[in-house]
């Protein structure tokens, strides 16, 4: 069993709000853990937890292996990503934005189900633009052909191309 399942126990029987600290910090530290994602939708799996956007970490493999079974017998095909603590708060600042607002953890065990925001910081939406009160146009070069393409074949167009994200930079 795992440390962090054993304070899950734990924390279950006597709801101690010290206990709950100290899983969302193992949550933060633990070395690995194993998130449902969705082949169906290249996402993490997106579950529902009493009405609320829900996704599913496990602290052991072993854990992800039994829930596996139980989402294929129900016919959701689910697969597990690994996940370490050198990019723990990356993945969950995603979780946050593909709008998740709660984990479960070690569903199939003895679970608990966490508020997002009780282990990020929720982000100040108000400032989040780089121009505040002023009017700005993003423009968005997405250019065929060119030295790094080379000549483009008119036989292969319409093409449809994606912005995966977009980054702004303040000049200094």
């Known amino acids: 069993m795992s440390v962090l399942q054993e304070l899950i126990v734990k924390f279950n029987k006597n709801k101690n709000q010290e206990l709950y600290i100290r899983i969302i910090k193992e949550i933060q530290n633990i070395e690995k853990i194993w998130v449902a994602f969705s082949e169906a939708s290249n996402n993490y799996y997106l579950g529902n937890e009493k009405g609320r956007a829900a996704a599913y970490i496990f602290s052991e493999k072993d854990y992800f292996d039994k ?13 597990s990503v690994e996940n370490t603590s050198e990019y723990r708060m990356a993945f969950l600042g995603d979780l946050y934005r593909c709008g998740f607002e709660c984990i479960v953890i070690d569903n199939g065990q003895t679970y608990l189900t966490l508020d997002l925001f009780d ?54």
């Open 119 to 172: 282990i990020i910081q929720k982000p100040d939406i108000e400032n989040q633009f780089p121009f505040p009160g002023n009017p700005f146009y993003i423009i968005l070069s997405a250019q065929l052909g060119g030295d790094w393409v080379g000549e483009i074949d008119l036989n292969d167009l319409p093409v449809l191309m994606e912005i995966d994200y977009v980054r702004f930079y303040e000049k200094r």
């Open 67 to 79: 829930y596996y079974v139980y989402a294929e017998q129900r016919g959701i095909k689910v697969k």
